[in-house]
């Protein structure tokens, strides 16, 4: 009885291994692949015409037995009858690919293939394809809508104030500075040192420091008060002289204005910095002026001016350097307050108007974004899609 037991157990064991190897998927090395659909080419939205969006079928073996594809391999070639060239590849369940390698205008023809083990299904033909250049990202829409508004503020302001005369802009501390540090250089018989940075003419913080220039002039002028700037570039001497020249003239001193104390150092960045740390430490000058674009020079200005015991005044739009200045120097001009400085005292309508409408824009673009967190916190979604496209 045992032994009958045995060899019907036997035997069941046998039929069920039949019936699992008939239902059992064969191996994945000897699959047949099946090629795979295409179903779009597009060009892609929103670039610089560089780029074909292709989305495909996958192939129906990949349902079936997933091991079996490795990867797909995206082809593409200049016309249909033509060689195609591979660009690039994507692991099997990926159904999309971006070419970025594209030329505007030219028409492309696609294949995608399914790669297996040892077989490749490549599908039809898809195209012809073109990628175009779109003149607008509509998914930066609100970086646009922000540009116009700034700039059209900036215009009307400017116009408010050629037609005003005057306009109302915040006074900043460093005006009183100014006219402290120069009378405290009189009071000591010292001259005043002023430093434009390492930037020429064409630079916005040069500018600025010319309009300060300008004024800090007039103070020297009207006291009697030497005023020694030594140079890094020969246009700002030239620019620097003819402003120093027309502030004497304001005051009605033309013959105290002294060409030869406006004079070009060197182009050379720490041969400049040596130059104007030898001049600090034998002339002891009473003040030093800081205005202009700085850069690894600004702490070695600032510490030697600090040993001199002068009354050090400073500002630069040049972030790096502010942490410097801020530290040892009696007066800093932070950023943006350049740029106000100069304009405030310019007594320009372009400048003033320009920093108004620049003070306006900024208020609203705060508001937005403070109005945009308060209500995102409370589930409201409107004001971020308002400029918002994907």
């Known amino acids: 009885m045992r032994r009958t037991l045995t060899i019907g157990a036997v035997a069941v064991m046998l039929v069920i291994g039949h019936a699992a190897a008939a239902i059992a998927p064969p191996p994945a090395d000897s699959v047949t692949i099946l090629p795979p659909r295409i179903l779009s080419l597009k060009d892609t939205p929103n670039d610089a015409g560089t780029s074909i969006d292709i989305e495909w079928e996958p192939s129906p073996t990949e349902s079936l037995i997933p091991e079996a594809i490795i990867e797909y391999q ?63 990202d509509r998914r ?9 508004l700034t700039c059209t503020l900036v215009i009307v302001f400017i116009e408010v104030a050629k037609k005003k005369g005057k306009m109302f802009l915040r006074r900043l501390p460093v005006f009183d500075a100014i006219d402290e540090a120069i009378g405290r250089a009189t009071e000591m018989g010292r001259k005043v040192l002023y ?27 009207t006291y009697g ?61 009473a003040a030093n ?31 790096d350097q502010l942490p410097f200045f801020v530290v040892a120097c009696d007066y800093t001009l932070i950023g943006e307050e350049l740029y106000a400085a100069g304009a405030s005292l310019s007594g320009d309508p372009i400048q003033i108007g320009s920093i108004r409408g620049q003070d306006v824009a900024k208020a609203i673009f705060f508001f937005y974004i403070v109005a945009g967190v308060v209500l995102k916190l409370v589930g409201i979604d409107w004001l971020e899609i308002l400029l918002r496209i994907d």
């Open 74 to 136: 995206i082809l593409r070639a200049p016309a249909p009858d033509s060689v195609f060239e591979q660009v690039g590849t994507v692991p099997p369940g990926t159904t999309k690919y971006s070419d970025g390698s594209t030329i505007p205008g030219k028409p492309y023809w696609y294949k995608v293939v399914a790669v297996g083990k040892t077989h490749e299904a490549p599908s039809e033909v898809a195209g012809p394809a073109k990628s175009l250049m779109q003149w607008f």
């Open 195 to 221: 430093i434009m940075g390492q930037m020429d003419v064409d630079d916005p913080q040069t500018v600025a420091s010319m309009s300060i220039l300008a004024r800090v002039a007039e103070r020297t002028a």
């Open 225 to 285: 008060t030497r005023l020694d700037i030594p140079c890094v570039w020969p246009m700002a001497m030239s620019m620097a002289r003819e402003t120093v020249k027309e502030s004497y003239l304001r005051v009605g001193k033309p013959d105290e204005y002294r060409e030869n104390d406006i004079y070009y150092m060197t182009s050379d960045q720490f041969g400049y910095v040596a130059g104007v740390d030898g001049i600090m430490m034998r002339d002891r000058p």
């Open 289 to 319: 002026f800081y205005l202009g674009s700085f850069f690894a020079e600004s702490l070695i200005f600032a510490e030697t001016g600090y040993t001199t015991g002068a009354i050090q005044i400073a500002g630069t739009a040049e972030v």
């Open 140 to 148: 930066r829409i609100g970086v646009l809508v922000f540009v116009v």
